[in-house]
C-alpha cells in the first residue's frame, strides 16, 4: 500500500466535509499530522536513492612493502568512485621494513575521508621468517585465509563488492573502480600489466589447474582487443561482487590439510559455482610487478619498482604516489662520473619532463644543456661561426647535405667538448633526450667501471647507446663481458666521454669541414668505411668502445606513435641543396635496421 492510499483510507470521512473549526482541528490531528510523521519515517524512494552508489571493501594484505605502498595507495587516493561508499580493510604482520608506521601514518591521514578504515597488524605468526617476499605454501596458506577474513567482514557488513588490491598491484587510471563495479560481472579485475609479458591473469589452466602458457590472450595483452574477456585467473587487484548467491562460496584458503597450489582453491570454487572470471582492458588501468623470487631482498624489489617507473614514463605515464607518504629525496649522484649532461631542445619541454623524471627515478644529478636548435639557424649564421660542410658530403641514404637540424645537433655536442675541456672534467657522461633506459641501469654501470678499473683500461669514449650499422666483428675486450670493440655505428644517444677524447674530437677541428655527429665519431676512432670522409681528418685516434649489451635506446623508432626527429625531419639549406647530389630515395639513418 502507497502512502497516498494510507492517507485516503485513514482520513476519507473527516476529508469529505471538514465544515466547522471544530471539524478541521479533528481533521489536522487525524489525517495530516500522522501523515506527516509517516513522510519523516518513510520517505518517498527518489530517483538517486533508487539507484544508490554500491559500497565497496578495499582489502590489502602488506607484507614487506614500504616501497611498493605508496604507489598502490596513491593509485586508490586518485580514484572518482565516491570516497564515503569505500570501505579500506588492511591487515599486516612480520615485517622487515617500515610497512607498519607507513600504514599507521597513511589511515590516520585518510580516516576521515573513507566511509571506515580498518587497519590491524597481527602478531607475526612466523617470527623466525627469512624469506622476505617469496611465500611458500604456508605462507600462501595465511595470506589466503586472511583474504577469506576480507570476504567475511564485507558480507558481515552488508557491503555490495570487495576489492583485493595487492602491494604489487599499481591502479593509475582514476576510473578503475567505477569501470568494475559498472561492468556488473561477478568477478572481474582490470588488465594490470608488467615488464618480460606479465600480466594478472592466466590465459589458460590446465584440467588440474595448472597455469599453462599459451598465446590465445596475445591479443588481450597487446590490446590489439579491446573489451572485456573471460579468462582462467585473475589476480593482483580483483572484484567480487559479494551480493549474489553464486559468490558465497568462495573462499581463497585451502581447507586441505597439505595447503594446495598457488589459486587453487578459488580456481576450484568458481569451477563449482559454475562462474567466470572477465579481464577488461578496455583502458590502461595500470600496472602489476611479478612475483620476487626466493631469496630476494629490499634492494631487488626496489629495481623492480625503479625498471617498473622508467618503462612507464617512456609511454607518457606515471605511477601516482601517495600524497600522505612524501618521497624522501636521496642524495643524488653522478655514477662516478665528473659531471653529466642532457641535450635539450627549448621546444622539447615534454621531453625534458620525462628525462628529468627518469633521473629523479635513478638517482641521477644532470645538467641539462639547451640545444642548438636548427630552426634558429641560417646560412649566414653559420659561416659566420665558421661552420662549412665537408666538401662532396652527402647523406648515404637520401643523398642530399646535411640538415640545419644536423648543424645544430652537432653544434650541441661540440659545445660539451668544449665545455669538458674548459672546466678540466676527466670523465663525462652525455645523454640525448629521446631515448629509454635499460633495466638495471645503475648496477649495469657499476659493473663497467669494475671492468675500466680492473682492467686499466685506456679509452677516450665509450658508447651506451648507439646503431650497429655493419655486419663486423665486435670482440669482447679481453677478460671482460660488458665491453666490446666498437665498429661503425650511428646515433650518439649517450656515451661516455674522457678529457683526452673530447681534446681529441676538438683537435680534429670539425667546424670547417662538417658531417653529421654520428659520422664524425666513428671516423674519429678509425672505423668509417668512407675513405674520402677519414682523409678529411688525418688524426683519428680515439680509443672507443661499447657496452654490450646496450643500457639506452630510443624512446620511438621509425614509425611508432609519437616518433619524432629534429635532424632527418629538418630542413635542408638552400645554398647547399642547389649545389648537392639531386635527392634520391627515402631511407634515412634511423629506418636503417639495427642488427644489434
Not at 653529466?340 to 633521473?359: A, T
Not at 627515478?361 to 661552420?387: P, Y
Request: charged share 25%; hydrophobic share 40%; net charge negative.
Amino acid at each position: 500500500m502507497g502512502w497516498q492510499q494510507i492517507a485516503h483510507s485513514n482520513c476519507e470521512f473527516s476529508c469529505a466535509q471538514p465544515g466547522r473549526s471544530r471539524e478541521m482541528e479533528q481533521f489536522y490531528l487525524k489525517c495530516l499530522f500522522p501523515f506527516i510523521l509517516f513522510l519523516i519515517a518513510f520517505p518517498p524512494l527518489t530517483p538517486a536513492a533508487q539507484t544508490a552508489t554500491p559500497t565497496v571493501l578495499v582489502a590489502i594484505i602488506a607484507r614487506n612493502a614500504e616501497i611498493t605502498l605508496p604507489f598502490v595507495l596513491g593509485g586508490l587516493e586518485q580514484q572518482d568512485y565516491p570516497a564515503d561508499k569505500l570501505h579500506i580493510w588492511i591487515r599486516t604482520d612480520c615485517n622487515a621494513d617500515n610497512t607498519t608506521s607507513l600504514l599507521l601514518k597513511w589511515t590516520s591521514m585518510v580516516r576521515k575521508t573513507y566511509a571506515k578504515v580498518d587497519f590491524y597488524e597481527s602478531e607475526c605468526w612466523r617470527p623466525n621468517e627469512k624469506n622476505l617476499f617469496h611465500a611458500d605454501d604456508e605462507r600462501r596458506q595465511h595470506v589466503q585465509s586472511r583474504r577469506d577474513d576480507a570476504l567475511d567482514y564485507g558480507r558481515t557488513a552488508g557491503l555490495d563488492f570487495v576489492l583485493f588490491l595487492d602491494s604489487n598491484a599499481f591502479l593509475v587510471e582514476p576510473s578503475t573502480i567505477t569501470d568494475l563495479v559498472a561492468s556488473k560481472r561477478l568477478i572481474i579485475a582490470p588488465f594490470l600489466p608488467s615488464l618480460n609479458k606479465y600480466g594478472n591473469f592466466w590465459c589458460n589452466v590446465t584440467e588440474q589447474n595448472r597455469y599453462i602458457w599459451s598465446q590465445d590472450c596475445s591479443h588481450v595483452f597487446e590490446f590489439e582487443s579491446i573489451g572485456l574477456f573471460d579468462v582462467a585467473l585473475v589476480h593482483s587487484a580483483v572484484l567480487i561482487d559479494i551480493k549474489f548467491p553464486e559468490t558465497a562460496r568462495i573462499r581463497f584458503a585451502s581447507d586441505l590439510t597439505v595447503p594446495s597450489r598457488r589459486h587453487q582453491k578459488l580456481l576450484l570454487e568458481t569451477s563449482r559455482a559454475g562462474l567466470k572470471m572477465t579481464l577488461t582492458n578496455v583502458k590502461q588501468y595500470g600496472y602489476c610487478l611479478p612475483s620476487l623470487p626466493a631469496g630476494s631482498v629490499f634492494q631487488n624489489q626496489a629495481d623492480a619498482v625503479r625498471n617498473l617507473q622508467l618503462e612507464i614514463l617512456v609511454g607518457g605515464g606515471e605511477l601516482p604516489r601517495s600524497r600522505h607518504i612524501p618521497l624522501e629525496h636521496e642524495d643524488l649522484d653522478t655514477l662516478d662520473f665528473d659531471h653529466i649532461y642532457l641535450i635539450n631542445l627549448d621546444r622539447r619541454p615534454e621531453r625534458r619532463v620525462r628525462l628529468e623524471k627518469s633521473f629523479s627515478v635513478l638517482g641521477l644529478e644532470v645538467e641539462r644543456i639547451q640545444a642548438v636548435d636548427g630552426r634558429n639557424l641560417d646560412l649566414d649564421f653559420l659561416k659566420g661561426m665558421g661552420v662549412k660542410m665537408l666538401d662532396g658530403y652527402s647523406d648515404p641514404y637520401r643523398h642530399r647535405p646535411m640538415t640545419m637540424g644536423e648543424y645544430g645537433c652537432f653544434l650541441s655536442h661540440y659545445a660539451i667538448w668544449r665545455d669538458v675541456v674548459d672546466k678540466g672534467y676527466e670523465k663525462v657522461l652525455i645523454f640525448e633526450d629521446d631515448i629509454r633506459f635499460e633495466h638495471f641501469f645503475r648496477q649495469r654501470m657499476a659493473t663497467i667501471w669494475r671492468d675500466i678499473a680492473r682492467l686499466n683500461l685506456d679509452w677516450d669514449l665509450i658508447y651506451l647507446g648507439r646503431k650497429r650499422l655493419v655486419d663486423e666483428s665486435e670482440p669482447f675486450v679481453r677478460k671482460s663481458r660488458a665491453l666490446v670493440h666498437v665498429g661503425y655505428s650511428y646515433w650518439t644517444l649517450s656515451y661516455m666521454l674522457s678529457n683526452a677524447g673530447a681534446q681529441k674530437l676538438l683537435k680534429g677541428e670539425p667546424l670547417m669541414k662538417m658531417i653529421p655527429v654520428d659520422e664524425y665519431l666513428p671516423v674519429m676512432f678509425n672505423r668509417h668505411p668512407n675513405d674520402t670522409w677519414n682523409a678529411a681528418f688525418p688524426e683519428r685516434d680515439v680509443v672507443a668502445f661499447s657496452v654490450y649489451p646496450l643500457l639506452v635506446y630510443p624512446s620511438h623508432y621509425t614509425g611508432d606513435v609519437g616518433y619524432i626527429s629534429d635532424t632527418e625531419q629538418s630542413e635542408v639549406p638552400l645554398m647547399d641543396a642547389e649545389s648537392s647530389i639531386a635527392p634520391g630515395g627515402d631511407r634515412s639513418k634511423d629506418s636503417v635496421h639495427d642488427e644489434l
